[in-house]
């Protein structure tokens, strides 16, 4: 077996399906996105080759754009901080020693197993200014003065959105760190006991030293997932009102599918991605120092 | 060294993977539609229309199918596709369409959406058909493919006509005392009687921005008159004009005084139908397709709505007789299709004088074509809005159908953002760049 794997027409023949594979449904679009960006194309009229208008046009004449990418930020934050700050919480209370782990780990990463659609349609009631538990809460608290239409407001709107997605993954991140601290061997926090660190200590000196690599996976994950997120924006506002809520992935899908501006979208969908490049190469930089031996 | 490389690629590669759904999304929209749905083979002919599963036209064209399917002459299979929802419909068919495939017959919009069609020999010019079968295309109303002609090619057969009218609930306006008003002073007279006894004024919602846009088209008719907006219909005008800006004033203006439910920009078309229908607004600016929602008979509004002209504005251009309107339902056949014949017989079914009566007296359409209908049968609304619509002067058409997808769709937007709070100014100053951007 070993001396199999150590055959180069072994090690392309095994690659080969996953290549293929992938270059079709990964590499090909792209380099296609890449090339439609350079038209004017609404797929049933003859292409028009507009070289970087479209570009120029996103840079300098679109405002929505500059809102996307605004809301992207808000996103991102948001759901960093939840999920970075309370998914690592909740990961340390739960791996410490509390009564019904495995209650507590089910019932928070029980949203991200939901779909998101339920998950949107969801939260649009609990926000519904009428019949919404949201306000209806606020109003038995006293504080209905805070009452507000959540989702069609245009200066709560994304974030109302945004705290959703953080509410939605939440879950999936504390597993993670949950997993991470889990692996660190418990030698080690003896070892620590003895030294004479307690309580919070451990935690500042011990644990978030030793789960620095998942931290790094966990902030790539969410940084790429919020730059690219969709479901969550479709289904509670679908951009609106008036386009306050749209993140680059809406908002490329309306231009394309719905105002049929095909090499436009594409135009973006090629912005998107050089975003997410450079943020997954930027998280690397900072996060440089990442192996770790116990 | 070699382990942290790993990682590092690792992590690029997952990012990379997870992105791919949004591109895949996009780039493969062309190629995903190859093979689905085509037309042509074992004789199947396919119908495309955007019908939800209970409206009265999706059983209607059902049964067409089911009628010819089970003729002993059928040469053909003929099978319909519901595509509810036009955010679905249009990519579905346009994808195919780019595929050389797609439906035989599909429904479509009319001037600016199916001049795309016309203008890329994407479908069928039916001139010619029309000339040979003189008594057919006389059985049209007058001006009835005005909108689905270009170059004097005609590419569309109406099945339906639809206006905007005000409707307003007969009974709350009795219980104050009004009536419908024909000037915006009135008009305001009105929103204040009704807010001071706690009436809605207008079932209105700015969630889907059509729903807002057409209130705003009566309004900037009515000051305007036709002329700003047949000029940028043939690319001179400008969104500048005064008219448009205080629109967006007039909007504002009235959202101010409340005349629109609290939350409006959260409601959609179904939730202000239903508002209207359930009788907690008094007025509903709307296309005459929802005569079929409130004459229903879960309408607690049934029998008791009024139809009115839109009112004037002081020193506006506009006629209280012009109408916005369009044939809103019309039929083209696919250039390429194997199943001409068949597709005329169906469009020629839909034109018949029983389907277009039936049409009118149970589901209170305006008919395509001349017909004498029994006045008991025809819902008590639709008498009034045909009783109202005699005086027409003019009639213009919706503006994300004249203008098209792409501009229309942004002037859509540009109201929704003004009625959110954007200056209508500098609302329609974007609007303006980005038509001059689109320009052909």
Redesign the interface.
Known sequence: MERMLRNKSAIILFLLPALLLYTA??F???V??IY?SFFKW?????MKFIGMDNYT?MFT?D?VFFTSIKNMMILLFVSLVIQQGLGFLLAILITGSIKGKEWFKNIFFFPAVISSVAVGMMWSFIY???IGMLNKLLDVLGMSSLAN?W????DTAMWAVSFVVGWQYLGYTMILYIAAIQNIPAHIFESARIDGAVGWKVVWHMTIPLVQ?IM??TT??IT??SL?F?DLVFVMT?G?????TQVL?SY??GR???????GY??AL?VI??LM??V???L??MIFRK??IEY | MA??YW??SI??L?????????????????ESATGSGSAGAKGEMVIYDWQNADSFVYKMSEQLAKDYNARKDATTTMKVQHIPGT?RY??KL??E??ANAGPDVFVSHAAGKLK??A??G?IMDLTEILNADPEWKKSFTSGAFNLLTFDDKVYAIPTAFATVPLFYNKEIFAKYNLTPPTTYEELKNVIKVLKDNGVTPFAFG??E?WTSALFSEMVANRIGGDEPFNKLMDGTGSWMDPSYIQTGNVMNELRDMGAFP??F??LDNTAITNMFKNGEAAMFVMGSWAVGSVEAADSKVKGKVGVAKFPTFEGGKGDLDTWLGQPSYNLVIRANTENKDQALEYIKAWTSNDIQTKLAEENGDIPAVNVKLNKDKVPAVAQELQKEMSDMKGMFIFYDVGLG??IG??YN?TI??I????APEEAFQ?LE??TQ?NKE
């Open positions: 449904i990964v090909i679009p792209i296609a996105s439609f609404d797929v049933i009229s003859p046009r004449r405002s519904n200014p009428e239409d989702l069609s407001q245009p690599p790094k996976v790539i994950l790429i997932g690219k969709f679908g609106g009102p008036a386009n306050q992935a490329l899908y394309s599918f719905r105002q049929f501006e095909y979208g594409d969908s998107l991605l997410c490049l943020a997954t190469v998280i690397n990442s192996s | 382990k942290g990682k590092k992590g690029v997952t990012g990379v993977l997870l992105l791919s759904s949004v591109l895949a999304g996009c780039g493969n929209s062309s955010d249009y990519p346009n994808a369409l780019a795309t069609y203008d890329s994407r700015a969630k921005s609290s939350g920009l959260g997808a792409k769709d942004e937007t929704q953002a009625l959110a709070g954007q974007s760049q980005f951007d």
